[in-house]
């Protein structure tokens, strides 16, 4: 195993009716900032519930977080954050406005043009101002870790940052709070915790039974619950299994100590700030082909996939490697995220932008071994036409 640091402060406030204890997490004499997207807690009751639990205090509003949070609109948050002295950040949405509300907190502070904080990746963070969250939409992971992704709509550049500044003091997950998630957004949740579990997972061996069997765990029960979502949107277990499966998928728990991967992650942000597909549906055209195309150098960790996680024994062990992979992507279709640029208006003529938009921001030589190369991407873009 490698030498790591687990750390997270963040405090879970797990299970139904938790909203009314926002009163306990933020302090009275507090002036207390609400974030939030385009007015999904609006319509849905979560706005009245968070302000109802706030009562006493000095609360303000800022709406318009957009999905992929822009740096211009973030911009006009830390203006009002400024002038209005607010001294706590309250994010109630999904993974935007959490990451949204990271920059936020970071960027107040923040002597110069906080754009620095994005060319920088967050290294240059000194101080951010504390802030909570209300999750909606189990994805990301957000809640529960120091990183976020904020894109710049002029540079057509999505950019992620990250640091130990940046934790939740707290996150309310609520899973009756997800109920009135649309199906994509359903389907885009599940594909996204499964693409950070592989991320972290699939990638080669270095005795770590630990950290690959809690991973195991957590593919296994996306797999099993994510479907039943679909079929049963208000079944209240199921969303609480596919929640906390979501947070544990990207809290730091499970990449202690393994090598990473996030070469799917790197390629999709380019599909999304080029193209504006959603992030999740640029992880499912990706990681099936990235895995065809990397089967020799993942081939042991395939293989314990295929098997454990699977449960194929086909004695021919490359298709035992190519049944997991279908399977991987029969699991993102069916959970309503397709798989192919096709089947989001892209193809071959696309191929040379997205290759240079990595090569511009310098992310060329990725995965967990830095051998993913453009010439590797080219042909994982390619068969994914
Ligand atoms: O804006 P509103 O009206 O609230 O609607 C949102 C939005 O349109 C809607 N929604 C959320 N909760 C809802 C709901 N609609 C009905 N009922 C509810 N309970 O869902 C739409 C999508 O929301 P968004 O926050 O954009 O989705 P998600 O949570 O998937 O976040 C995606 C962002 O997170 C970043 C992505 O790159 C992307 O920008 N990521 C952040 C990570 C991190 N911080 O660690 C890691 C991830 O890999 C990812 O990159
Ligand atoms: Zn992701």
């Given amino acids: 195993m490698l030498n790591f640091d687990f750390y997270n402060p963040t405090k879970i406030l797990f299970g139904k009716d938790r909203i009314a204890d926002l009163s306990k997490e933020i302090p009275s004499d507090t002036r207390v ?13 979560i706005l009245d519930e968070v302000h109802s639990a706030l009562a006493g205090r000095t609360v303000k509003e800022f709406s318009g977080i957009e999905p992929n949070p822009s740096f211009e609109t973030l911009m006009q948050a830390v203006e009002l954050v400024r002038n209005e002295k607010i001294d706590f950040l309250l994010a109630v949405g999904g993974g935007s406005v959490i990451d949204g509300t990271k920059f936020i907190a970071a960027a107040t502070n923040f002597e ?103 991973s195991e ?17 208000e079944d209240y277990e199921v969303r609480a299994n596919i929640m906390w499966c979501a947070t544990l998928a990207l809290n730091g728990l499970i990449g202690s100590g393994v ?3 996030w070469s799917t992650h790197m390629v999709g942000h380019e599909l999304t700030a080029l193209y504006g597909l959603d ?63 096709s089947d989001y208006g892209l193809g071959a003529k696309n191929i040379d932008l997205v290759l240079k938009q990595l090569q511009d921001h310098r992310l060329t030589f990725l995965g967990e071994r830095r051998d993913v190369t453009t010439e590797v991407i080219r042909r994982v873009l390619e068969l994914s036409v």
């Fill in 33 to 45: 900032l609400i974030l939030y997207g385009g007015g999904s807690i609006k319509s849905n009751g």
């Fill in 217 to 233: 765990g957590l593919l296994q029960t996306l797999i099993e619950q994510g479907p039943k979502a679909l079929i049963h949107p």
């Fill in 279 to 341: 992030h999740a549906q640029t992880l499912a055209i990706i990681m099936p082909n990235m895995l065809r195309v990397r089967k020799d150098a993942k081939r042991a960790k395939l293989l314990q996939y295929a098997k454990r996680v699977w449960r194929l024994s086909d004695a021919d062990d490359d298709h035992c490697i190519e049944g997991a992979i279908e399977k991987t992507q029969l699991f993102f279709e069916a959970m309503g995220v397709k798989t192919r640029l």
């Fill in 112 to 214: 110069g043009d906080p754009w620095q904080i994005m060319e920088k990746r967050g290294g240059n963070i000194k101080s951010a101002l504390p802030f909570g969250t209300v999750l909606t939409l189990p994805a990301t992971g957000s809640e529960m870790n120091s990183g976020a992704v904020v894109t710049r709509k002029s540079l057509k550049a999505k950019v992620p940052f990250s640091s130990r500044l940046i934790f939740p003091r707290f996150s309310i997950l609520d899973p009756s709070k997800t109920f009135t998630l649309p199906i994509r957004q359903i389907g885009n949740g599940v594909v996204d915790a499964f693409a950070h579990v592989m991320e972290q997972y699939m990638t080669y061996s270095i005795n770590s039974p630990v950290q690959d069997r809690i």
């Fill in 259 to 261: 090598p990473h991967d």
